[in-house]
DNA sequence: AAACAGTGCGCG
DNA sequence: AAAGCGCGCACTGTTT
């Protein structure tokens, strides 16, 4: 892994933001330890026990034959072979010929043994990565996160010892998100408050391939891309998309497309989301009958390289697509195009932000590093404006005590709380604006606050 | 005992 | 022709 900052710009940005990181570093975050070691405590003797409800199953009692004083739940070989010979079930097979025994897999079996297998699994990796982790790096009630500038092949940040760009999210898993959560935090007559730069990765992207159609949904706030694409995908009205709805066409098609996917595997996953769960429209009309207005009638072959008429999802999903990136967002399409023939050309690519991208890359690299990287680049120079010129000037306590990708974390200070709300909107957007003139659509900052602790949002 | 690859899972 | 991108960490099973 090498980092080539080619412009003075480049190797500025990661001076200090070095320089800036080690600050947060050194601020680090409060942690309720009380709260912590008890939960560990807590959830040590649940999952044992849970461990001793699975032992009393009939196939863990088959299991237990099988493999004898070797018996090992955490064993992913031993489990897939249970699955596959005790319980007769098919199982797909990892790349080195193991059956793959991931949650998408075997919940598919919907077998309550699998259902109770995998609850043990979700708690210990709570408990052992998370709160062990963040047990085992606090020192004196604070936890001080590493945030890594030389290790991403992006350019991007890592953190690490713990890593706190990945710690669990209430809203995806209430239970272990909330456990974690709780266990941050603000420091005494303050708040935790989260700054982040919405939809950063799109806005940046335009900045790169300048689309029009894609400027005109970033720019104007009546406009929703997510919404006109479900409503395309699902052959619905516009009016008929849920917010469920919205959520697939956001997070099943347009991002997914962004990232270099395609129409096979878009199709079978907006599928099995609205179609096998049997989603309904606004007006509570199944999503099923528009497609079959449509005269769509099925998915369609699970051959990838089979044959996918009109009549079939897998097949409508690929004229969506052609539509997608031959019409709707053509010139995004023929930036995609011209960017990798540049590369290949070349050798290598430039980041707006002074950075040069070069090695073995694949089409999809080529298109999505410079985005990754001159995304978080907003993030790291707005970060190193606050931490190093800004707050101080304005003789702030508050303090940034973490960082991910896209946010900012601040342990804020109650009476300070407008201004610094105010100070980061100049900084991360107006400020910002002059100092990276590539930027030609607006960013957006939005704030969560925290008053308790990391797993409790303040109410808006 | 330490190092390594493979698998799985948490986040943007 | 290929077929989402980027990380860190825990754990198993094998090799050194």
């Not at 896209?406 to 400020?431: A, F, N, P, R, W």
Request: proline letters at 4%; one cysteine or more; a positive charge.
């Amino acid at each position: 892994m090498n980092i080539f900052p080619d412009q003075k710009t480049g190797y500025d940005l990661l001076h200090n933001g070095a320089i800036a990181l080690s600050e947060v570093e050194a601020n680090g975050l409060r942690i309720d330890t009380k709260y912590l070691r008890k939960t560990i405590v807590d959830m040590d003797s649940k999952i044992q026990s849970l461990i001793k409800d699975l032992y009393q199953t009939k196939l863990m009692k088959k299991w237990r034959k099988r493999f004898g004083p070797c018996t090992n739940i955490n064993s992913r070989d031993q489990f897939g072979k249970i699955l596959v010979e005790e319980l007769g079930v098919e199982l797909e097979e990892t790349d080195h010929g193991q059956w793959k025994t991931d949650v998408l897999t075997v919940s598919r079996l919907d077998h309550p043994f699998v259902k109770a297998y995998l609850r043990i699994g979700k708690l210990q990796k709570a408990v052992n990565t998370y709160l062990r982790g963040i047990d085992s790096e606090t020192m004196n009630g604070y936890l001080h996160p590493g945030f890594n500038l030389q290790t991403v092949e992006t350019y991007r940040s890592s953190s690490n010892g713990p890593n706190f760009q990945n710690m669990p999210q209430p809203s995806k898993d209430f239970e272990t998100g909330s456990m974690i959560r709780r266990s941050f935090i603000p420091r005494k007559g303050r708040v935790l408050l989260e700054a982040d730069y919405s939809g950063v990765e799109v806005c940046v992207a335009a900045c790169y391939h300048k689309d029009p159609a894609m400027i005109k949904y970033i720019s104007d706030s009546t406009k929703d891309m997510h919404r006109d694409m479900a409503a395309q995908v699902y052959g619905i009205p516009i009016k008929e998309v849920t917010h469920e709805l919205r959520y697939f066409g956001k997070n099943k098609f347009i991002f997914p497309q962004f990232y270099g996917d395609w129409y096979f595997a878009c199709a079978k996953s907006l599928w099995a989301a609205a179609i096998l769960d049997e989603h309904k429209t606004v007006k509570g009309i199944p999503v099923m009958r528009y497609l079959k207005r449509k005269g769509i009638t099925c998915l369609g072959s699970l051959d990838p390289r089979a044959d996918h008429p009109k009549d079939t999802f897998i097949g409508h999903l690929k004229a969506v697509e052609e539509d997608f990136w031959g019409r709707r967002f053509q010139v995004y399409g023929q930036w995609k195009k011209d960017w990798y023939e540049s590369y290949q050309e070349n050798g290598y690519a430039r980041t707006y932000t002074g950075f040069i991208l070069k090695g073995l890359m694949s089409r999809n690299d080529v298109i999505n590093y410079p985005v990754q990287g001159s995304a978080f680049h907003c993030l790291l120079w707005s970060l190193a404006e606050l931490v190093l010129n800004e707050l101080r000037k304005a003789k702030m306590k508050s303090m940034i005590v973490g960082q991910i990708h896209d946010s900012l974390m601040g342990d804020v200070v109650t009476d300070e709380i407008e201004d610094y709300k105010c100070l980061l909107k100049e900084v991360m957007v107006d400020k910002l604006i002059k100092e990276f003139p590539w930027i030609i659509v607006p960013m957006k900052v939005e704030f969560d606050l925290y008053p308790k602790s990391w797993a409790e949002k303040e109410k808006e």
